[in-house]
């Protein structure tokens, strides 16, 4: 037994302590997902124009901001003249008679946004719609539209003085 510590001791002192050298290590996995946005920001809530008798193209009634980070998505936008029996978007006067003007609406999007130009298009009942297959420009801010109306000169069957001639249109957005 003697022996056997004296060459233990003799082998430790001339190998040193012989320790397996160790290493702990570990991973996370980051994941991260962005919440949805879908919004139509600082619409003009109302604008008054002065019809002009030679009729118009292009008179600007609101400008809206589109936000979304959504890459299926479709904006649809209607009016509440084509909904109450009308085929299509018309100033609807608030005399006994309910005239009309009949205008179509343009839509300008940013230049170089993701929201295409509509042309001078009346609004059908079911509305007009676009579809977009990525998200708008601008962040939770919103790309910037502007909403315009065309009208014929003026009808001496449908123009009367004193009568308010209005319309709702509403900005839709909804995903694919």
Do not use: H
Not at 82 to 102: C, F, H, M, Q, W
Not at 111 to 138: H, L
Not at 153 to 170: G, I, K, L, S
Request: hydrophobic share 45%.
């Amino acid at each position: 037994m003697k022996k056997f510590a004296l060459v233990a001791a003799v082998l430790l002192l001339t190998t040193g302590f012989v320790f397996a050298e160790s290493t702990n290590s570990d991973s996370v996995i980051v994941s991260a997902t962005a919440a949805p946005y879908l919004d139509v920001l600082n619409m003009t809530a109302s604008t008054t124009i002065v019809l002009n008798p030679a009729g118009a193209i292009d008179v600007s009634v609101a400008t809206a901001n589109i936000a979304t980070n959504i890459k299926g998505w479709k904006m649809t936008i209607t009016a509440a003249s084509a909904a109450s029996g009308s085929a299509t978007s018309a100033l609807v006067g608030n005399d006994a008679a309910g005239s009309r003007i009949p205008y179509k609406l343009t839509v300008l999007g940013s230049n170089g946004g993701t929201i295409q130009n509509i042309a001078y298009q009346p609004i059908p009942a079911t509305g007009i719609v676009g579809t977009y297959t990525s998200r708008a420009k601008g962040g939770v801010n919103g790309e910037g539209i502007t909403l315009k109306i065309s009208y014929d000169p003026e009808n001496v069957d449908t123009w009367f003085a004193n009568v308010t001639y209005q319309d709702t249109v509403v900005i839709t957005l909804t995903t694919n």
